[in-house]
């Protein structure tokens, strides 16, 4: 395993991912898509490539960690796109959140190329990277994720197997963001509702955040939604609404209806139109904030 | 603080926090409308009388922990109702989660008796009740709370005080409870989606409720989703149905939309409807799976 | 039939359909909480009265337009509600739209008093209660209905008769504003997507209240929200709530899910929180117009 | 005006409108992917093609009816596509609902082809068709509208203008059918509102669609809906499914939330899901009968 990896996507938890990879001393080549976010890893001992196919070797591994399901075309299979050279025994290990069908057509493209297309979407934002505390849920190809495993080691604190559709992982990460966007909302008009009835809503969420939902969500969405203050954007509204877009997507394709799911979008929505898409996505307490008449 | 004190209504949770009293030493009269509940706290070392009236002393102090509105106001103002007796300088320390008018109303008639009536819901289910480690949320009379404090103390691991308006813990209550039939809900769609898509449902909810919603609710009520099975009832649907009920009573009351909420009490009502009345609450559930066409 | 009717409640809606009984040659008395009222009716032909008591005659009949539950049990059994004076042998005609657990009562009360309660409550606006125009609901003892059968002519151009019941004309008319509450809904939000993707709302109502939707209702809502005026109030908006929350009430306590008009009820319920209380209830428009960030 | 006109897709809707200007003495060439459909109207007079492109003539005429956007595409734009054929000068009616990025993408490369593309969605079902008297909504080209105007004569009673915006009639369209779904949604939930609380449904509809609600939709939708009868399908659910999608997909792309709309899709996964795809769209009913525990 002295191959060099490629970590193609530097972002806010790109970044972070790429650095403890460094540090627990793998050889990496780095790629961003504006080529300034490279220079302190490239401090840190990594290597840059131009492009991403420059980025992998013949065989070798890449991480993605992109924005969306476009970005993740573009550096895979764009002019500049890094799957022909990656080619026979390489795998992808594809760590962004995409659709469904997009993680499909991702799996059958590399298996006509000789490769394996792995979803490893992570659960825990910015500091959890930093400290290699991610949780990753997988899933694909059973031969290479055994051989790809010990990669996940310094970035994770739990890793899930998911089995072998390549699309698994990615559907378990979807409705993940779907728990916490409804978890968000149920904040929000929690708050609304006791700051209405005379309650300080700051106290209220700090018993329950310590009590019944004494977990990382409720206290990062309920620190902020409690005091209103939805910076700095850990993950943008504009993003959230994009994952649960995504989430309605894969569920009403395959019959299931989420009216929570549902509701989610249509507050985000709300939200971004209020202004706030670049806010992080807990803004979406505005929208309980203004049916209850409540000033900001 | 040698004063006999009354505890009326021996419930799933009436019961455990009875017997923590006397376990920590306290004189205890206890009363239950069927009165076969009470022998074990009696073998225990408990008083038992025959009405709410007569388990209380003048200027005493009281708790009750009953199922609902009018069961309260049967306990303290019907024929054998105890506040009469209870009278001036006593304090009633009512636990039950009940409506913010009921609870203003007591407030008021307390009062005039020259009785204090302090709302004291607690947050935790009978496990959490029979290890003294339930969350209180208090409001109402300072000297009144002020008096009965070391009374919470064999209870709970964390008292949180709300102020001097007696229905204000109680509209946290109310919330809290809202924001537990939100997380039901997420779970139920975000397991109806999974599983649909092809992915174990019981591995989705053990990543998730180990991550990022580490905390008791996502664990006991993912537990039950997960596996769809609804019994033990903690909570008898009917029971979280009356609550959300009074959770939008009172948002409506005060101006406050509650689209969550609103969503929560249709999907109750179907359970109900579907005859899961008996089980759990979170056989909410029910509904989540139905609309996927999952058969259970 | 030459008995003298007594007909209470003269607002919008009993103004007019009292003066088509006067105008059909009945013999009437009126009687209003703000005498005022009176005069137009008075210079009519109509006799007045001081309370409720005095406009009924033992045995005769009475016609009840009030606004709301409250209202209807102090003029029926207040300190000078008119049902002991009407006592055996005389028919309630109560045109209100009224709680489905008031009408029950009343009719159980009005039985004890040997009197006949009837639920007829109207389907129309003021313009077609001038015209006579009004559609009834009818429901309650058959022997009742068939005496007054006559004076329901010069009110309305149909009566539909929903059998023995006293409540089930009631939840009839209860559904309808619900119905109607829909369809401001729709149409509000219908608008807000064709003016934000360019099209000019007027045009689209315009075609649509000609043809799929070529009905009252959609023609006077579809004109005030295309054109987002909400005056005059046909029906205020604090009352077209109201509404929403018995038909919610009835719903719910006989086991019926209702989503949409739980949606309803938010819209509405963000409207009055939004200032609208006064408006027409149409003006629930104004969270499908927020929502897509038009400004009026 | 005596060129040949093309007419192609000859379903529920097509036929009966190619007849109509066949009846009004228009020269007519026809073509449907399954031929056997095009024997009556040949029967009748009309010209029959093997492929679209052979049907239409260049800087000629041509209505399309098809079922959905890829079908759309695929008679303009496939292998046999007529509009290479069409070319300059020619005018491409077209009367399908599709979706507002198919009808903007659609605009654009007809005006590359020096032809016009002009929505011209129609409101009715097949019978308004057969008598020539639907609704049709049109915008685009204002030179093209003026030339095919007289086309329309014999379909329709009235016709719309929206503008030049090529999408802007099918963005009507499609807020026209929302509109349809939610009149379905209301007549579902009040029904079973009346029957669970007694009264008869039918009776209940037949008053509402004869005074307040006296219009094609409530008549329609309300007979099926009040005897649970979801045959014969004039639309399919699958395909109110697809158009409410199409609606929420211009919404969402335009930042207009409509909590309704996504209700009535929620709705439609539902009967979906519960095996009722062919059945008429009315037949969402069911989730209301289920939510009510009404049997059918």
């Known amino acids: 395993m002295t191959d060099v990896i490629a970590f193609l996507g530097l972002g806010k938890m790109g970044e972070p991912m790429a650095r403890r990879l460094l540090e627990a001393g793998l050889p990496l080549t780095v790629y961003n898509r504006t080529a300034e976010k490279t220079a302190a890893l490239v401090a840190a001992g990594a290597t840059t490539a131009d492009t991403p196919a420059e980025a992998v070797s013949a065989g070798g591994v890449v991480f993605t960690m992109v924005a969306n399901d476009a970005a993740l075309e573009e550096v895979t299979l764009g002019d500049h796109g890094f799957l022909n050279r990656l080619g026979e025994g390489g795998v992808h290990i594809s760590l962004s959140t995409i659709g469904v069908k997009t993680a499909t057509h991702m ?23 930093a400290a290699g505390q991610l949780g990753v849920a997988i899933s694909g190809d059973p031969a290479a994720k055994a051989r790809i495993r010990p990669l996940l080691e310094p970035l994770s604190r739990r ?10 992982a990615n559907l ?17 008009e929690a708050c609304a509702l006791v700051e209405k009835g005379g309650v300080d809503r700051e106290a209220f969420v700090d018993l329950l955040s310590n009590t019944l939902f004494d977990c990382p969500v409720y206290k ?4 902020g939604i409690a005091q209103s203050v939805y910076q700095p954007a850990g993950m943008r509204l504009v993003l959230g609404l994009k994952d649960i877009g995504l989430v309605l997507d894969a569920a009403h394709g395959i019959g299931v209806a989420m009216p929570l799911g549902s509701l989610v979008r249509d507050r985000l929505i709300r939200a971004v139109t ?3 898409g670049e806010d992080d996505w807990m803004a979406a307490d505005v929208a309980a904030r203004e049916d209850a008449g409540l000033t900001s």
């Not at 890793?159 to 698994?168: L, S």
């Not at 378990?172 to 929000?188: D, H, P, Q, T, Y």
């Not at 990062?220 to 620190?223: F, L, R």
């Open 107 to 129: 799996g059958n493209i590399h298996a006509k190329a000789g490769a394996a297309y792995l979803c490893a979407p992570v659960f825990g934002r910015p500091p959890a990277a």
């Open 159 to 168: 890793v899930d197997d998911f089995g072998d559709a390549p699309g698994a």
């Open 172 to 188: 378990v990460k979807l409705a993940g963001n779907f728990m916490i966007g409804s978890a968000i909302e149920a904040l929000a």
């Open 220 to 223: 990062i969405y309920g620190d």
């Open 274 to 276: 209020g202004g706030h």
